[in-house]
């Protein structure tokens, strides 16, 4: 599985972002996506997870009510709307997958990984 994060930039405490998740080499569809992210000197932290197959979503507390997880199978694509932004969700962000249908938040969990897409949100 390969998978191309983009999307980040610089943003204003409050604003938006959309970050973006290309997929490909995908054996089926029984695979978990998510997106983690990770600042210097931390280990990576789970965000967002979605199934590939069916779409059923889970959110860290931190991004409940302003994040939102999905995806768009036909163009492979995951995606990760990030909404009313706060200063400490500057981190680089990371997109990953693992083949199966059981839920995981752990990173260790997850074999595939995009290269992190740096968001910066200025207060």
């Known amino acids: 599985v390969q998978l191309q994060a983009s999307g980040g930039g610089l943003v204003q405490a409050g604003g938006s972002l959309r970050l973006s998740c290309a997929v490909s080499g995908l054996s089926g569809n029984n695979y978990q996506m998510a997106w983690f992210r990770q600042v210097p000197g931390s280990e990576r932290e789970f965000v967002a997870k979605?199934?590939?197959?069916?779409?059923?979503?889970g959110l860290a507390d931190s991004v409940k009510g302003r994040f939102t997880i999905s995806k768009d199978t036909a163009k492979k694509t995951m995606y990760l709307q990030m909404n009313r932004l706060k200063s400490e969700d500057t981190a680089v962000y990371y997109c990953?997958?693992?083949?199966?249908?059981?839920?995981?938040?752990?990173?260790?969990?997850?074999?595939?990984w995009g290269q992190g897409t740096l968001v910066t949100v200025s207060s």
């Open positions: 990953a997958a693992r083949y199966g249908s059981i839920t995981r938040s752990y990173a260790g969990d997850y074999t595939s």
């Open positions: 979605i199934k590939w197959s069916g779409g059923s979503t």
